[in-house]
């Protein structure tokens, strides 16, 4: 019974930056992990970056490691995407998504989606 929110998303130049907030409501935000994923035109939803519930340990998919950083603030209740260093490939709709487990098995929660559109 979780509801999450995206935004944050827009148009920017090759090599700009943007922060994508996801806030959610109802449930128990601290319980869950959180994830960041991305779906392109024509192409398969695929996975971005995660934060566990808990510790808060991070993961990233190879292809965004070393620009994005994923972070939470459970008092927010709200998680963020710290998209830096960001290039034509990385435009897509970005959805958020709750887990009840530590990683993204047991999904019960997306948001709509928020577009992120890189001009080179």
């Known amino acids: 019974q979780v509801q999450l929110v995206e935004s944050g998303g827009g148009l920017v130049q090759a090599g700009g930056s943007l922060r994508l907030s996801c806030a959610a409501s109802?449930?128990?935000?601290?319980?869950?992990?959180m994830g960041w994923f991305r779906q392109a035109p024509g192409k398969e939803r695929e996975f971005v970056a995660l934060?566990?519930?808990?510790?808060?340990?991070?993961y990233y998919s190879g292809s965004v490691k070393g620009r994005f950083t994923i972070s939470r603030d459970n008092a927010k209740n709200t998680v963020y995407l710290q998209m830096n260093s960001l290039k034509p490939e990385d435009t897509a709709v970005y959805y958020c998504?709750?887990?009840?487990?530590?990683?993204?098995?047991?999904?019960?929660?997306w948001g709509q989606g928020t577009q992120v559109t890189v001009s080179p």
């Open positions: 109802g449930g128990t935000f601290s319980g869950y992990s």
């Open positions: 934060i566990r519930r808990g510790i808060g340990n991070t």
């Open positions: 998504a709750a887990s009840l487990d530590y990683g993204m098995g047991s999904i019960v929660s």
